[in-house]
């Protein structure tokens, strides 16, 4: 009974949606007629699918490590900090940002007219050991997923610092102390103490991070259009793509998939909490 007005409110918004999601992707969009399979084979079978998939999945696997293992390093250098507080709500600055004035900055630095090619240019200028650097125009270019996985860890770098500081926070300082007191060194410190004590934060840290991903296609979406360069083409293009073509039937299946995927990856996470 307690749980009954918020399981309510659960199965009225998200569970019965999502069932007519999955009841939707056995049926033709135009006429209703059951299908079976059929819009899950075409998915597979599609090229931009496979391209979107190949993309998204490249994105997951470079940012989510990169972000985890950078703002673990980031919070146990300001564990003990004492400005501390100033610098973590610096870091926070980048999520404050509109996301215009972020796609103006990454336009202002990777355009081919752009800050970093007049630093790269003028530096190949004063050392003439270097050979003669040709601008490029980053995101129309194989660079486009590193810019990309770029402006991802520095919008979400001081967010993912903040978890883990309060996970360090909750960690017993007198078990650390007496792991010093009888000779423990920083390593033996980290891998029998923290590194243990910190598994329910990796858990939410990495989940908040895969989704973190997914949200970020508003900025790669106003910054290179609907159809942008080649590996910044992601599931959420062909998701939106889909639906400008009114593709409901396919758009439900790989809704579906999506989701069973990242239910995956949350189960795989959990499993793997004692990291």
């Known amino acids: ?18 069932f007519e999601v999955v009841r939707r992707s056995f049926v033709k969009s135009g006429n209703g007629a059951f299908v079976g399979a059929d819009n899950y084979r075409m998915v597979f079978t599609n090229g931009a699918f496979q391209l979107a998939a190949r993309n998204t999945l490249l994105y997951l696997a470079a940012g989510v490590p990169l972000l985890m293992g950078i703002s673990l390093f980031l919070s146990l250098l300001l564990r003990n900090l004492f400005l501390r507080r100033k610098l973590v709500s610096a870091m926070l600055l980048p999520m404050a940002v509109p996301a215009a004035v972020m ?17 790269l240019t003028k530096i ?10 040709v601008s490029i125009d980053y995101l129309n270019s194989e660079w486009a997923i590193v810019v990309v996985v770029c402006s991802f860890l520095w919008k979400n770098t001081g ?7 309060a996970g360090l926070g909750a ?14 060194n920083k390593w033996q410190n980290w891998h029998y103490i923290i590194r243990p004590g910190l598994s329910g934060s990796f858990f939410t840290i990495g989940m908040l991070s895969v989704l973190q991903i997914f949200k970020s296609y508003r900025e790669v979406w106003m910054v290179a259009g609907s159809y942008p360069q080649e590996q910044i083409y992601f599931l959420q293009h062909l998701l939106q793509n889909w639906y400008l073509k009114l593709e409901f039937d396919r758009m439900a299946a ?11 990856v949350c189960l795989l996470l959990q499993r793997r909490q004692h990291f």
């Open 1 to 18: 009974m307690f749980l009954l007005p918020g399981f309510s409110g659960v199965m009225l918004f998200y569970l019965l949606p999502f």
């Open 254 to 264: 790989l809704t579906v998939i999506l989701s069973i995927v990242l239910l995956v």
């Open 124 to 133: 190949s200028e004063k050392i003439t050991a270097l050979p003669a650097f």
């Open 159 to 165: 967010y993912m610092v903040i978890l883990w500081l």
């Open 103 to 119: 796609v103006l900055t990454l336009q202002i630095l990777s355009d081919k007219q752009g800050l970093i090619n007049g630093a």
């Open 171 to 184: 960690l017993p300082k007198e078990v650390e102390e007496a792991a010093q007191v009888d000779g423990a």
